[in-house]
């Protein structure tokens, strides 16, 4: 592919019927607003489908970010099957005889009935649930379909396309008589596809079917839509044609549900075969664009690609065109997200980027979801290819539509998964295609799979095309006429949108922001430290929205004061935010099978309550009983588990580190130990009138060269452990702040500590410690503590994948220990690089044994993808 040089300069007025193509599509789009919401003004139209969309884009932003930066080769993370390993797969699946040829009708009609139990996809809600709606689990293979016949019919793609680079854009010419139905994404949502072939007319020579790419992921079908369009194809190769989109790539399928789908069917083992026969065979074969003729009048073609224009790719110089530049590229790749040169980034945007309207979003955009192009760099690739428009799809509508116009009607987004992924509460919507008519919007509300097996089974072959169509129409309206015995088939998500769906949203929305706070919380807390001026630990409602909007909202424009006015309600909070509890409350745990990491927070503030009216002399005992004033890790270790605390040993070695380094000291004092466990709480000291004069006190004491334990043990002169009324007056005496504190004051100071524990008339070590100890100290070691163990496991995970994916080229899911290990101190090199904090020995130590449940071997995508964010509310 040659670079070149100037730019085209043709505008739309230059191609042939421009004006008449203007008025074309005013009708296309028959008075909707399907501009409202859109890209052009980002905060305008539904909010639903704003965050909807923006927690997909933050995700693949964040991923494929993270993944490029170890994509050394296309292969990567893949290795394709041998010829043996493929024929030893085992056959014996109830339906594997639909799969064989001529009988691609009859699977078409039955899969509605097969899957007529599965549950519908909520992967929206809980990102844990990706892949995995479908019922049959593992029983999958010998309930469904076996693997042999999987591969076999996977293996047709190799007589569909050729691997050279004249498959690289397809030529797709429609008839007379014809028609093309373009299908934007359909993310594993079968019952989506089913639908549209209910709806619109199965495929054949004169009703053809275009899938434009994201076949694969989220929804827990994409093996039987794979199944079913190449079956289709096989026996009418012109009924159906496929482009590539950017989720038919082995990094997409590992991170985002695909591969998860086909273990859960068949098993690691068998499932990573098919895994890589699809990844090696099927992906890098599928065209990366086509060219359509007929439709338009005055001969003009138009342009179907997944993502959008490439632009801004190392070397380019002007509009990339199609069938010349293209057919100089190697498209048979397991993955495009290996981008070391101009050809790899050319491919990448055409699958990946997204259109801006302005300068300004342009420059927001991550790279991580390719190089945003603007309305020129449209109307130059247009000109250059001479035709009149693009169509794409890759992202769900703003404004909820099938269908969106952008760039002067020159882009038009189509998206087929209606309530994408369960909670999006957006129409599917299709392009109908016909001669000299152009392109018509068609939208649609596929229904749950029990309402779509009755409907197949009472219609599908009883009714003519028009009558189905009459009926899908009168379905997605809420009629009645369709069900057996005068039962209602519904859409999944008619609007209004229900309330079952309404939450689900809200459980989306809540998961999105708390995912971010576990990864910002060390900029939240200096966020509300910041207007807590009397350090207080409590701020006002409007400047807990705003410290978050000012952290949170750069991270994800989805993120907006009416979210966060929701989700204080959503939570609980009242008018005066404890943010140290608040933040504490959400924690990332590993997944439900492994011991998991404990709430540290939690159980050290349960160890002080029962500390916390201690005497003095037995508590040093337990902490340091060798008498040399200072605990060590070991001594602190075994000291925890005599309280009946709940941290197993390599965690309580992780919280030692953290008390280490927040004291700067290494083993810590005996009197730096008491100090931490003094003042570890979720919820910092009360405030009243006595504590100014309380951390006053302690200031005193530090001036004098003591530390807070060591004055009270000078205090305690009768050396029971605890300090008297007299004994406190006589030491508060022989300070200069206050040597003149009369009886009274005394008295009502001694109440004062003792709120910090047990009221009793005397005032243990615990209660001293946490009175004089200033407010700031507190502060600083809850920040500490925020730095949650899995944390950095967490917010790298996507490229810990990929790095552990490379160990395990044959997709077992499986690596040893040592594996596990070695990818951990990659990622520390990783954040070496970029200045952040690293992971320490014991940190590595505490996640090997958390990932691997004390075992030599771990099964790492069930660690990662059990990777979670709870609430633990008010716990």
């Not at 073609?301 to 065109?321: E, M």
């Not at 200096?526 to 991270?555: C, E, S, Y």
Request: glycine share 8%; with cysteine.
């Amino acid at each position: 592919l040659k670079p070149r040089t100037g730019r085209a300069a043709a505008a739309v007025a230059l191609l042939p019927g421009a004006a008449a193509m203007e008025g074309l599509f005013e009708v296309f789009f028959s008075g909707r607003e399907l501009r409202a919401g859109s890209p052009t003004s980002p905060r305008g139209g539904n909010s639903w489908a704003a965050s909807g969309a923006g927690v997909e884009a933050y995700e693949e932003n964040r991923i494929t970010d993270q993944v490029m930066n170890y994509m050394s080769s296309p292969n990567d993370g893949t290795q394709p099957p041998t010829p043996s390993e493929i024929r030893s797969l085992p056959s014996g699946g109830r339906w594997d005889q639909l799969l064989e040829p001529g009988r691609s009708a009859e699977l078409l009609e039955a899969l509605p009935d097969i899957f007529k139990g599965d549950p519908p996809v909520r992967c929206g809600a809980n990102a844990e649930l990706v892949g995995l709606s479908c019922a049959f689990g593992e029983a999958y293979a010998q309930q469904v379909f076996s693997a042999a016949a999987v591969a076999k019919t996977l293996e047709l793609v190799r007589g569909f396309w050729e691997p050279s680079s004249k498959s690289n854009v397809q030529r797709l010419a429609i008839a007379n008589g014809s028609q093309l139905i373009i299908v934007g994404d359909t993310h594993g949502q079968l019952e989506d596809v089913l639908w549209l072939f209910f709806k619109y007319g199965k495929p054949s020579a004169t009703n053809q079917y275009l899938f434009n790419g994201d076949i694969v992921d989220r929804g827990g079908h994409s093996l039987e839509i794979l199944l079913l369009l190449l079956a289709l194809k096989r026996d009418i190769p012109a009924s159906v044609h496929l482009t590539r989109g950017n989720h038919e790539d082995v990094q997409c399928g590992i991170h985002f549900g695909f591969r998860t789908e086909m273990q859960h069917k068949f098993g690691n083992r068998i499932g990573g075969i098919l895994w890589n026969i699809c990844g090696n065979f099927v992906f890098p074969l599928m065209p990366l664009a086509a060219i359509v003729d007929g439709v338009l009048t005055g001969g003009r073609s138009f342009a179907v690609l997944h993502g959008g224009v490439p632009v801004d790719c190392p070397g380019q110089t002007g509009p990339i065109r199609l069938e010349e530049d293209l057919a100089l590229l190697d498209r048979t790749r397991p993955t495009l997200q290996a981008t070391q040169d101009f050809h790899s980034h050319v491919m990448f945007n055409m699958l990946w980027a997204d259109p801006a309207e302005n300068l300004e979003g342009k420059r927001s955009n991550n790279h991580g979801r390719g190089n945003r192009f603007l309305a020129n760099d449209t109307l130059e690739f247009c000109s250059a290819n001479r035709i009149a428009f693009v169509v794409r799809s890759h992202e769900v509508p703003r404004n909820l539509r099938g269908a969106v116009a952008s760039h002067s009607s020159k882009i038009f987004t189509v998206f087929s998964a209606s309530n994408y992924m369960g909670s999006t509460g957006n129409k599917g919507g299709v392009f109908l295609c016909e001669v000299g008519k152009g392109l018509s919007l068609k939208e649609h509300w596929a229904p749950a799979w029990p309402d779509l097996a009755k409907l197949f089974a009472k219609h599908y072959k009883a009714r003519s095309a028009v009558e189905r169509f009459n009926i899908a129409e009168e379905v997605e309206k809420g009629g009645s006429a369709v069900g057996d015995s005068g039962e209602v088939a519904s859409p999944r998500a008619p609007l209004p949108v229900p309330p079952a769906a309404r939450q689900q949203q809200e459980e989306r929305d809540a998961r999105f922001v708390m995912e971010r706070i576990c990864e910002n919380k060390d900029q939240l807390f200096n966020n509300f430290r910041g207007v807590d001026h009397n350090l207080t630990g409590l701020i006002p409602k409007d400047k807990w929205v705003h410290a978050m909007l000012a952290q949170l909202q750069p991270v994800s424009d989805c993120i907006t004061p009416a979210l966060l006015e929701r989700l204080h309600s959503y939570w609980g909070l009242g008018e005066l935010v404890g943010y140290v509890r608040f933040l504490h409350r959400f924690q990332i745990r590993g997944p439900d099978h492994c011991e998991g990491a404990p709430d540290l927070m939690r159980e050290v503030s349960r160890l002080r309550r029962q500390l916390i009216d201690a005497p003095s002399q037995s508590l040093e005992r337990l902490l340091d009983p060798n008498g040399d004033r200072s605990v060590s890790q070991q001594e602190f270790i075994q000291f925890l588990p005599q309280f009946n605390i709940d941290v197993p040993p390599q965690h309580a070695g992780a919280l030692y580190e953290t008390m280490c380094q927040f004291c700067r000291q290494e083993p810590l004092t005996l009197d730096s130990t008491v100090l931490c466990l003094s003042i570890m709480s979720r919820d910092p000291p009360p405030v009243n009138q006595w504590s100014p004069i309380a951390e006053q006190i302690g200031t005193e004491i530090l001036k004098y060269g003591q530390t807070y334990a060591g004055a009270f043990r000078v205090w305690d002169t009768d050396r029971d452990g605890f300090l008297q009324l007299d004994e406190l007056q006589q030491g508060l005496q022989q300070l200069p702040a206050t040597q003149h504190i009369d009886r009274g004051s005394i008295i009502n100071f001694m109440n004062y500590m003792e709120g910090m524990g047990v009221t009793n008339r005397r005032v243990s070590m615990f209660e001293f410690v946490r009175a004089v100890a200033p407010r700031t100290l507190a502060l600083e070691l809850h920040s500490s503590m925020l730095k949650e163990l899995l944390k950095r496991v967490w917010i790298c995970r996507p490229a810990l994948q990929t790095l552990l994916a490379q160990c395990d080229r044959r997709a077992t899911n499986t690596v040893s220990v040592q594996e596990f290990r070695r990818c951990l101190g990659e990622i520390n090199n990783q954040l070496e690089q970029r200045g952040r904090p690293m992971l320490t020995d014991a940190q590595v130590a505490s996640i090997c044994e958390i990932a691997g449940c004390g075992t030599k071997t771990i099964h790492y995508d069930r660690f990662i993808s059990g990777l979670h964010v709870v609430d633990l509310g008010r716990a």
